[in-house]
């Protein structure tokens, strides 16, 4: 859709462009997101991030940001395992807004024009619609804005107004990510090249040969990349790695 890349573009320039804009955290996103479920007659919302899955070339989605409650985590991975791949594939290829139906809800509004604007996904297993909205914003900054639930409330311009929105969403957590990393915390091109290799599906054995060092200093540079980009693991130090532009 021509009108809604543009807009993206004209939102993700405005918001990078302008250096002095205040900091927006994540608690300043989930009241936005709350509005933006209401107006869609949504019940729920949910932020995925296109994020590296450990090996060459392949990617998944992360839940960054929900209002699912105490059954977050199941609910999440339940949808990433139902229409994740087809999600990814269509991120790939559109920026049309994708929507599923389920038995259990009432679903979209009967408005005539909105086969237009969707793309309509098969659903045989989540028990409830959704539609999702498609950001593309280079290597870091890939996803879906997805709002779930309800009688979805999808006519032309609030879908238009809706995708803008998404997008500077998903801008701002881009901002967010940047801000967690200080220069102090750079990483050293070592700790860079082993991520990369990581990232490509090499295990430190193979790292360490690549780059003439031992196993055991692969693994410092490893250990101490992760900590500064403050992960939990080495999987998701590269996932962080390619959302701030370290690696690719």
Not at 31 to 50: D, E, H, I, W, Y
Not at 174 to 192: G, I, K, Q, T
């Amino acid at each position: 859709m021509v009108v809604v890349k543009d807009m993206e573009n004209a939102a993700y320039g405005q918001s990078m462009g302008s250096k002095a804009a205040p900091s927006v955290t994540r608690s300043d996103l989930f009241p936005k997101l709350v509005a933006m479920q209401r107006s869609l007659g949504a019940k729920n919302f949910m932020v995925l991030r296109a994020v590296a899955a450990g090996f060459p070339n392949k990617r998944k989605l992360s839940c960054e940001l929900e209002n699912l409650g105490l059954s977050a985590g199941e609910q999440s991975t339940q949808l990433v395992q139902v229409l994740g791949e087809r999600l990814l594939d269509h991120l790939e290829s559109s920026l049309l807004p994708v929507a599923w139906m389920s038995d259990s809800e009432t679903g979209f509004a009967d408005l005539p024009d909105v086969p237009a604007l969707l793309v309509r996904l098969d659903n045989a297993s989540l028990g409830y619609c959704g539609v999702g909205f498609p950001v593309r914003l280079g290597t870091m900054g890939n996803g879906f804005v997805i709002f779930c639930g309800g009688n979805l409330l999808l006519d032309n311009e609030l879908m238009l107004e809706q995708h803008v929105k998404c997008t500077q969403i998903m801008v701002d957590l881009l901002a967010m990510d940047e801000r967690r990393v200080s220069p102090s915390e750079a990483l050293s091109e070592r700790e860079v090249a082993c991520l990369q290799l990581a990232g490509d599906g090499r295990i430190s054995e193979e790292i360490a040969t690549k780059l003439g060092l031992s196993v055991h200093t692969v693994n410092a540079y490893l250990g101490s990349a992760t900590i500064k980009l403050d992960s939990v693991n080495r999987i998701q130090a590269i996932a962080k790695a390619i959302r701030l532009g370290f690696i690719h």
